[in-house]
Structures are given as C-alpha cells and as structure tokens.
C-alpha cells in the first residue's frame, strides 16, 4: 500500500500530531502571493444556512476554523473529527479558548458513526486521497448528509508544487524511483468522476496562488515534513547547502506553482 493512504503510517507518523502539517502551512503563510489566505477563501465557497449540522472530516489541527471565527454563526452546530487522536487534540486545545462550542470526534471516514441525514454540511479538506476506500467514504458522506446537504472537499491539482519533488530529485535522484507508485489518487483533474458517481451536481473553483520562497531553512523543514524524504533523513544539512545554492543561483528566490482547489458537491 502507498504511504499516502496507509492508515497505521498516518495516524502513528506522519499525522501522529500537526508539527509536521504545520511545516508545511508556514511555507504558504510566509510566501504566497496570494496573501487573502487559502482559509479564508476557502470558507467563502461555503454555502451554509442557520441552523446548520456540520461535519467536518479530517479536520487536522483546526486551523479552518480558526482563521474564520469571526463568520461562525451562532446556529451552526460544528463536529471536528480526525482518525489521528493526537491531531485531534491539537484541536481541541487550539479552539479551546473561543466562544463558540465544538464537538470533536475520531472517525474513519469509511465508517462515519451517525444516522443518515444528519448533516446539511460535510466538509473535506486536503484529506480524501488518505483514504483508502473513498468510494466506502464518499458513499458514507452521502449517506449522512439530509438531503439538499452539501459536501465540500479541497485537494490538489497534479502540477501542485511541482518544483519541490524536480528539486529533491535533482538533490538525489534516487528519490523518484522510492516514489514512483506514491501518485495522489484525488486531484482537481480526478475528483470530479469520483465524486460524480455519488452527487448529481459536483462544481469546482481553483484557488490562484504562488510560492517565492526566499528562506532556504523554511524550504528545507517542508521537505522534511513530507515522505519523500524518508530516505535522506539524516541529510538535512546537505539539501539545504543544496537549497541555498539554487537559490543564490535564482536572485535569492525558488518560486514554486500552487494548484489548489475545492470541490462543491450536492
């Protein structure tokens, strides 16, 4: 199984708690061009009435939620969940402080634990290629959402960052081949059908944005935060000698393409 949906290599490793998404946030919080904030519009693609049931599904470290608090509607009433416990706290002590009150849960999304037609809100961020069942899960989100509901997921296209995995390979090209089978398998070019097959309307908006990376260290701990460097671990100092002298070679900037987008499906 590729590690991209290997549920015990997730929940224990690479999810076992948010150091390593927030390695990778900072990179888009630091240098994006687009500086709206991918959270922000994310949340305007929303659609939600009061009251509401809202589900959110892989929910991470809550940080959706907590660059919006100030549009959260009294009448919403929000269930958090993630599979990996330790993500899951990080949420809840993340939110603790606010307001507004949360449910937080851990749930597969493959077997959602609530009745059918629960929800008028699901919610999907960046988690469905982890899955490795979708069509389980995907038929699970429709199953507890009331009709009428909405399912929101976000992903990304297959040109995502496409210069960081170029770069590592350049670094060691023997990284390419560890990775060969590691394709992610919901992208803004396939989630469509995927989705199509369980939703009679299903819309997607992209988001425009760019990396200008100009901090070699910062480059370097997203790297390191992903799997594709598993196998050169204990070569951190090295890739970012290596970052460095890209970038010296660039004007001081290794700019990066985003392709980013979100699924509206009802």
């Avoid at 979708?134 to 009709?147: F, G, Q, T």
């Avoid at 350049?170 to 469509?192: C, K, M, R, S, V």
């Avoid at 990396?211 to 799997?227: E, G, K, P």
């Amino acid at each position: 199984m590729s590690k991209i949906n290997d549920q015990d290599y997730l929940c224990n490793e690479q999810y076992k708690d948010a150091s390593n998404l927030n390695a990778r946030i900072r990179i888009h919080l630091e240098f994006s061009t687009n500086r709206y904030g991918w959270f922000r519009w994310v949340f305007d693609q929303y659609d939600i009435g009061s009251p509401a049931r809202i589900l959110e599904l892989g929910c991470g470290p809550g940080d959706l939620w907590l660059d919006n608090i100030d549009r959260i509607l009294e009448g919403w009433e929000i269930t958090l969940s993630d599979f990996s416990p330790g993500m899951l706290d990080q949420a809840r002590e993340k939110l603790a402080s606010q307001n507004h009150p949360f449910t937080f849960e851990t749930i597969d999304a493959q077997s959602i634990p609530y009745d059918a037609d629960r929800f008028d809100i699901v919610i999907a961020n960046h988690f469905l290629y982890h899955v490795p069942d979708r069509p389980k899960a995907l038929s699970e989100i429709h199953r507890v959402l009331k009709p009428g509901g909405r399912f929101y997921a976000t992903t990304i296209g297959n040109g995502h960052m496409k210069e960081l995995p170029e770069l590592i390979t350049q670094f060691d090209p023997t990284i390419e081949d560890y990775l060969a089978n590691d394709n992610f398998p919901f992208t803004l070019e396939t989630g469509a059908a995927q989705l199509g097959q369980f939703f009679s309307e299903v819309q997607l908006r992209r988001y425009l944005d760019e990396l200008r990376v100009t901090d070699a260290n910062i480059l370097a701990d997203y790297a390191f935060s992903t799997m594709r460097m598993e196998l050169v671990k204990d070569r951190r100092d090295e890739f970012l000698r290596f970052l460095e002298q890209e970038m010296d070679a660039n004007g001081g900037v290794i700019s990066i393409k985003k392709d980013s987008g979100i699924f509206i499906a009802r």
